[in-house]
């Protein structure tokens, strides 16, 4: 049996646009000023609260056939989906390096959704405005015009690409058809014991596998250790493997170390080592006069990874690569094709396009949200606001120091917090006060651990966090601190019947 195609109708707009668009901005001016007043009230809700059963059946439903009304669909938004987000919006959020956004970069998303924009490349103006962003990101970090720089997720993608990248540079062009081959098989790569996962991660989907890379000890302010580093370095060589990659870290997930990054760059000078930096949320310190100095050695790598919706508090999400060598850059990336041919002339015009920098040729309009947030605020407002998330995460180091209930379990060096409650049944009960901190939406840490022991882990990223956040989170640790000491006495007294 064969099928006609259909006719349109042509007395008929069959389009997805509604019927009203009176009716539609009406509703529209409903959901921005709730969201506004979401954001602007933010202090009055919990930071966290328990799915309930019923909300989280609604989304077990099944796939919808039929229209539906906007007003309807809204109002469930409003009632199961807005109530029961992470939280990190809410300044008592300190569990993840989380950013908290902000209005202006909701307005911006919003204007974004309107254009549609497809970055992956052609002549228009809104890849221009990524490619500003590019700019100011090279003058921030003290980079040549000649280096390149892209927005993708998150700093988990930025760091594989930047391993792809020192991956095409020490084998060449040929990689790309041929693969790893004999000797891409002997190629390592070098990190401290402190660093994030999605480095590992970044090591496995390159094709080198997690053996490859080399964990280096940390000393005991969770730095690489140079000397370690050099020496690993020269066994490698020594059997026969080939060092190619030295991630370093600005601000590491645990307690926001930042490597000796001078250091680091004279050591990959000496050994011809391709510098990469995994500086997901720390590398924004740059911005700040006070951290600047720490970072010393960033502008000699020859990659940088980071997110500007961490510190730099732009929505989610918001991840960029920066790439020294742009024409490096580009030759790990670019494919051509029919398809996206290039013209001098047009909208196929503008080459190189950005997704000869990475592999998304479908990509949204990041860098507007970004440009906002960078043009209301300004890096001198925004270095200020980095700059007080760690004068406050010193306000909690020193309320820790002063109560002796409290123990601080690693030092103080940027903006994240690792500290404990002192028990006979210490890790039990650190991780029964993280629990029912989030359950009474007062505040939320999360947990790490450290040499062996569970910490409480806050981490003080979200512009909105103030001192009496720090003052309400060390209240509720002793409160709860004591309680669960209680719960664990009598249980043991229980067994011990």
Not at 363 to 390: E, N, P, Q, S, V
Request: contains cysteine; negative net charge; proline residues 5%.
């Amino acid at each position: 049996m064969t099928f006609a195609p259909r006719e349109p109708r042509a007395d008929a707009d069959e389009t997805l646009d509604p019927d009203d668009w009176d009716a539609l901005r009406a509703q529209g001016h409903r959901m921005l000023d709730d969201m506004v007043d979401y954001i602007a009230g933010i202090r009055t809700r919990p930071v966290w609260q328990p799915i309930p059963a019923e909300t989280r059946a609604r989304f077990r439903a099944g796939l919808p056939r039929a229209s539906a009304d906007l007003d309807g669909i809204y109002r469930e938004f409003a009632d199961h989906i807005a109530p029961y987000t992470a939280g990190n919006v809410h300044p008592g959020f300190m569990g993840w390096v989380n950013g908290g956004g902000t209005a202006v970069g909701m307005l911006a998303e919003m204007l974004a959704a309107g254009l549609n924009a497809n970055l992956g490349g052609r002549d228009h103006v809104p890849i221009e405005v990524e490619r500003q962003i590019a700019l100011w990101v090279r003058q921030m970090f003290g980079f040549p015009d000649t280096a390149s720089g892209i927005f993708v997720t998150g700093t988990s993608m930025a760091n594989l690409m930047g391993v792809l990248v020192a991956r095409a540079a020490r084998l060449g062009p040929s990689v790309r058809e041929r693969g790893l081959s004999d000797r891409g098989a002997g190629l390592t790569a070098y990190t401290s014991a402190a660093t994030h996962g999605c480095i590992a991660q970044a090591m496995d989907l390159a094709g080198f596998g997690t053996d490859a890379l080399r964990r280096i000890p940390v000393d005991r302010c969770h730095r690489i250790g140079v000397d370690a580093l050099r020496a690993q370095v020269a066994v490698d060589r020594a059997a026969g493997l080939e060092p190619f990659l030295v991630i370093g870290s600005a601000g590491t997930v645990d307690i926001g170390a930042i490597d000796d990054l001078a250091a680091l760059h004279a050591l990959c000078r000496d050994e011809n080592l391709w510098l990469h930096i995994d500086g997901a949320y720390g590398a924004l310190g740059i911005l700040s006069p006070e951290i600047a100095p720490r970072l010393a050695g960033i502008e000699s790598a020859d990659s940088i990874a980071f997110d500007f919706h961490k510190w730099g508090q732009v929505p989610y999400d918001a991840g960029f690569l920066l790439v020294r060598d742009g024409e490096q850059h580009r030759r790990t990336f670019a494919a051509p094709a029919a398809y996206l041919r290039r013209e001098t002339r047009g909208l196929a015009a503008g080459s190189p396009w950005p997704c000869d920098y990475g592999p998304d040729m479908s990509r949204g309009f990041r860098a507007l949200k970004t440009w906002f947030t960078l043009k209301a605020y300004g890096t001198d407002k925004l270095g200020a606001m980095i700059a007080r998330t760690c004068a406050l995460a010193r306000c909690l180091e020193a309320k820790v120091a002063a109560e002796p209930k409290l123990e601080l379990l690693a030092p103080v060096q940027l903006n994240i917090v690792c500290f404990r409650y002192r028990s006979d049944d210490t890790d039990r009960v650190n991780a029964g006060i993280v629990a029912s901190l989030h359950e009474s939406g007062i505040a939320a840490p999360s947990t790490t651990t450290l040499d062996g022991r569970l910490a409480i882990r806050a981490a003080i990223v979200n512009h909105r966090t103030g001192v009496r956040d720090i003052e309400a989170l060390v209240s509720a640790v002793l409160e709860f601190g004591a309680r669960e000491s209680e719960v664990r006495q009598f249980e043991a007294r229980e067994a011990g019947r």
